[in-house]
């Protein structure tokens, strides 16, 4: 079932809890009229009062992707704010913290400013995977960073099959038409990375 944001969900203004523990959505404030529209994108004082750690972004990055293309499941050794600020997209969130309440857990959203997506923010602690999958292009993705690249623990870096049948994702596109790197094309099942976790 997709994330819809609701009162029930709601832990402080704007700031929404989902399935997946150390997951959040952000609404942020849109105002739009005949010249375009403004947003607040993310508060990290926010971020920094649900989770009770520092959020200080020391990178922020911006990818583009085009229609079909999907990126994931990647989780990295940082925690991100990431945004989409133009077009449609899927995104698929998958907790891979082995020794996470909510291992194993899936959330879906449709996010950005075209086409009714959410619009909002989320904020992805470290080690949870993230995708996503572009269905109106471009997709513009920026996403802001507790940690320089090169001084990420590299270690929290992985790549997880977007196929994986314990995941079980419904994808919006079909496989054939699906635009991916060889890397997610390579990428592990949960089982392949934690036996331990299916016994």
Not at 22 to 29: C, I, R, V
Not at 55 to 79: C, D, P, T, Y
């Amino acid at each position: 079932m997709m994330f819809k944001p609701s009162p029930a969900l709601e832990i402080q203004p704007g700031v929404f809890k989902t399935k997946i523990d150390g997951l959040y959505f952000l609404a942020y404030n849109f105002a739009a009229d005949e010249r375009g529209f403004f947003a607040e994108v993310g508060h990290t004082h926010k971020i920094e009062t649900v989770t009770g750690q520092p959020f200080k972004i020391a990178q922020i990055n911006h990818s583009r992707s085009l229609l079909n293309v999907v990126r994931g499941m990647h989780a990295e050794g940082w925690n991100k704010l990431v945004t989409v600020i133009n077009g449609f997209a899927f995104s698929a969130l998958a907790d891979v913290r082995p020794d996470s309440p909510t291992f194993g857990v899936v959330e879906t959203f449709e996010l950005g400013p075209d086409n009714g997506g959410l619009k909002g923010s989320l904020y992805i602690s470290q080690g949870i995977a993230n995708s996503v999958c572009v269905l109106k292009p471009p997709v513009d993705y920026l996403y802001c960073v507790d940690k320089l690249y090169q001084e990420r623990d590299k270690s929290g870096d992985q790549a997880i099959s977007l196929f994986d049948p314990d995941l079980s994702i419904a994808w919006p596109i079909e496989k054939a038409k699906m635009i991916i790197s060889e890397r997610d094309k390579n990428a592990v099942y949960l089982r392949q990375k934690f036996p331990d976790k299916f016994k």
